[in-house]
């Protein structure tokens, strides 16, 4: 599951980065979502992890955060929420 999250939080980052370029800033209309979905799935390995090896988790928690605030960030400058 931490594996999992990290993964997924790695692929939210590069849909972030995807949706940076010019023309392309609606496809965060699909990245906020999956990014959304892995911080749960990060979260859910966080707390469902017995021993000290949290670190995949922690960078899956982290990584997704970033690309959803971003990617809101992104979406509300190019005026994809009026």
Same mark, same amino acid.
């Given at each position: 599951?931490? @594996?999992? $999250?990290? +993964?997924?939080?790695?692929?939210?980052?590069?849909? /972030?980065?995807?949706a940076?370029?010019?023309?392309?800033g609606?496809?965060?209309?699909?990245n906020?979502?999956?990014?959304?979905?892995?911080? @749960?799935? $990060?979260? +859910?390995?966080?707390?469902?992890?017995?021993?000290q /090896?949290?670190g995949n988790?922690?960078?899956?928690?982290?990584l997704?955060?970033?690309?959803?605030?971003?990617?809101?960030?992104?979406?509300?400058?190019g005026?994809?929420?009026?």
């Open positions: 599951m931490q @594996v999992l $999250s990290l +993964v997924w939080g790695i692929l939210a980052i590069v849909g /972030m980065s995807i940076f370029f010019p023309c392309l609606s496809l965060n209309w699909l906020i979502p999956f990014s959304a979905i892995g911080l @749960v799935i $990060s979260i +859910v390995a966080f707390t469902t992890t017995k021993d /090896m949290k988790s922690i960078a899956g928690i982290v997704c955060s970033i690309a959803v605030v971003f990617g809101l960030i992104r979406l509300v400058a005026g994809g929420i009026l």
